[in-house]
């Protein structure tokens, strides 16, 4: 496996992690399927996801 094959993996890994840490699912119960049709919406209408960001933030401040 070359350098840029590891680099290229570990960047995938941090992507996948932050869009998992931002949005209020549960990662050991959503599927490879589901999580590439989400990517997929989420592509298609950028507004929907930066909403649930947003609401994510919110909820996340107002339990802390």
């Known amino acids: 496996m070359t350098m840029d094959s590891i680099a290229h993996l570990r960047a995938t890994r941090r992507y ?3 869009m998992l840490l931002n949005l209020p699912i549960q990662s050991t119960e959503t599927s490879i399927a589901t999580f590439l049709v989400m990517l997929d ?3 298609a209408y ?4 930066l909403e649930l960001l947003n609401d994510n933030e ?4 107002k339990t802390s």
């Open 16 to 18: 996948v992690t932050s």
């Open 41 to 43: 919406h989420f592509s």
């Open 46 to 49: 950028p507004d929907e996801y």
């Open 58 to 61: 919110i909820t996340t401040r």
